[in-house]
């Protein structure tokens, strides 16, 4: 299937401009809220055991949660419709940037242990946008249910399908004529 190579328009918009003709499936915010209020309830119960390194862990993972929530902004970062995806200014919560899925070639998480967390489309005229977001499985479930052939790790495995493997017993003996 060959996807046509059109120059894709990039140009952000305000969210009152933009039409979407499909039903809204998920907003995926920069925090993990949940994890952190769940923290927050973990570090109340290590303080509450009265126990010497439960208070002082209690205390130190409370404080980092606070931090957290007070200190580190919230913004959507995407909105999840049935055919298309909006991708928002990290600077305004007003502009976005509107991309139909016909217009991805391909997508993929960047799920690391240190460093970015976030979801990286790569478009049909070879550009690449990433944007950072810490609500990554929430992303990708909602992207896999509207793209899942054209995640990078499913197209790898349909290449690797299609690919003639012979094998070879390598304890066989080789006839010797």
């Known amino acids: ?3 046509k190579t059109t120059n894709i328009k990039l140009e952000p918009q ?12 998920a907003t995926i915010m920069y925090k993990n809220n949940l994890a952190i209020y769940v923290m927050v309830v973990i570090s109340i119960i290590l303080i509450i055991t009265l126990n010497i390194w439960g208070v002082i862990f209690g205390i130190l993972l409370l404080a980092v949660c606070l ?10 970062c995407f909105e999840i419709y049935q055919d298309a995806i909006l991708i928002y200014s990290d600077k305004k919560d007003d502009t976005v940037i509107k991309i139909n899925y016909h217009d991805i070639k391909e997508w993929t998480v960047n799920n ?5 967390n976030g979801i990286i489309l790569i478009l049909n005229d070879g550009r690449t946008i990433a944007k950072e977001t810490f609500q990554i499985n929430k992303a990708y479930n909602h992207l896999s ?11 790898e495995l349909n290449k690797l399908r299609n690919e ?14």
Request: charged content about 40%; glycine content about 2%; cysteine-free.
């Open 1 to 3: 299937m060959e996807e």
């Open 67 to 76: 931090f957290v929530i007070f200190k580190i902004k919230d913004y959507k």
């Open 164 to 177: 003639k493997i012979t094998l070879e017993n390598p304890f066989k003996s080789k006839k010797k004529k």
């Open 14 to 25: 305000p969210i009152s401009e933009v039409e979407i003709d499909s039903n809204h499936l």
């Open 145 to 155: 249910k509207v793209m899942e052939e054209k995640e990078s790790r499913v197209i």
């Open 112 to 116: 690391k242990q240190q460093g970015s």
